[in-house]
């Protein structure tokens, strides 16, 4: 087995070698090899993507992956943007399935805006589609404009488009991760406006007759916005498209109160997966030894469990995160009065002596 390990930019680095530490504490045998993406890369070999890191990603069983931008970054044209690297590790490898849990853990309660009773206990399952929608859709670019508003203006497009095959694999993907869990789908589209997301309601429909076991509805996306922050809990599982699969899923994760805890997994068809934290590089405290590494932790868990087969493993992993939870140790973005401010080594180490005695202690 073999783990492409990609920081990236920011706190990328920071994070990822605290979860390559509590991999090492687990005495698996995989060989990880690392390689630069995102602005490193850009400024190593004048792409965030080049191709050796490409290969190296797409030989690995799985890619563990930390964060990438910066905003030194925003002037440069769109193909050397560091955002162009996970974009093209998702089409390249064919990521088409983004699972973002949204959990809110016991003691960070208070960590959210919202009431204590409308989060406490918050487990749900974002899965996105990732690979298709306006993220990807030709055309697109600007020219001038032969009708609309205002023809002869200068205009700019994007091209909403899914085809049939696309959504019923992420359906089926999302049936089968709800029939593990309560065995409930809110599929979420616009499709009382849009052409392309009454077609996905239809797709998701059909595909919902095969698992009569799971509850489908259905939800406009504005609603979902709304209900996400008024009754998050009537969610389980959610499906929806790439763009508003981005826009749900980080206000999902707010609402756990701490974007530093949530790990994300985005898997192609033979199960290869991309492992990355649910935040980003966060420039701004990168090098300080600040950042929450546990989102970093728990994505390598994930991806013990979805690629590498060792879902014992990813226990032990879950496990002592929940620990040291308890133990009162936060980083700065969950600290709250009463709780052990820790950077973001001193946590790493802490998860590492929770495995090591859970080890020693059966
Ligand atoms: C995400 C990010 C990316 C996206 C960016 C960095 C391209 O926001 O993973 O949610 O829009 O998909
Ligand atoms: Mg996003």
Redesign the pocket.
């Known amino acids: 087995m073999k783990i492409a390990v990609l920081p990236g930019d920011g706190i990328g680095t920071e994070i990822v070698a605290e979860a390559i530490r509590v991999l090492d504490t687990l005495d698996l045998s995989f060989e990880m090899e690392s390689a630069l993406v995102g602005g490193a890369a850009y400024e190593a070999h004048g792409h965030p993507l080049p191709e050796a890191t490409l290969k190296l990603a797409k030989e690995a069983d799985a890619v563990l992956f930390g964060a990438?931008?910066d905003w030194k970054y925003d002037k440069l044209e769109r193909s050397l943007r560091p955002?162009q690297a996970?974009?093209g590790l998702r089409k390249n490898l064919g990521l088409f399935a983004n699972f973002r849990p949204a959990i809110c853990y016991e003691q960070l309660v208070g960590a959210s805006s919202l009431k204590p009773e409308l989060i406490a206990g918050l487990d749900i399952l974002i899965i996105r589609e990732l690979t298709g929608d306006i993220?990807f859709g030709q055309p697109r670019g600007r020219r001038t404009a032969v009708d609309g508003h205002f023809p002869g203006a200068e205009e700019a497009f994007d091209t909403m488009r899914y085809s049939r095959p696309e959504v019923e694999r992420i359906a089926h993907v999302a049936f089968q991760a709800a029939r593990k869990r309560s065995k409930r789908v809110t599929s979420v589209d616009k499709a009382n406006v849009l052409e392309t997301f009454q077609f996905w309601k239809d797709i998701v429909t059909e595909v919902g007759k095969e698992y009569p076991d799971v509850e489908l509805d259905h939800m406009y996306v504005d609603n979902a916005a709304m209900q996400l922050v008024k009754a998050p809990k009537k969610f389980d599982v959610v499906v929806t498209g790439?763009m508003f699969g981005?826009i749900l899923?980080?206000e999902a994760a707010m609402l756990t109160g701490s974007i530093g805890m949530l790990p994300s997994a985005s898997l192609n068809a033979g199960n290869q997966g991309l492992y990355e934290p649910s935040h980003?590089s966060a420039p701004d405290i990168a090098g300080k030894g600040v950042a929450n590494p546990l989102a970093t932790i728990l994505s390598a868990a994930m991806m013990l469990r979805f690629s590498l087969n060792q879902p014992e493993a990813a226990d032990r992993i879950e496990s002592a995160v929940k620990h040291v939870l308890a133990q009162g140790l936060r980083t700065a973005d969950i600290w709250s009065a009463g709780t052990t401010k820790v950077g973001t080594r001193e946590m790493g180490d802490a998860v590492v002596a929770a495995i090591t005695k859970k080890t020693i202690t059966g």
Do not use: K, P, Q
């Open positions: 990438v931008g955002e996970i974009l993220y790439n981005d899923s980080d980003g």
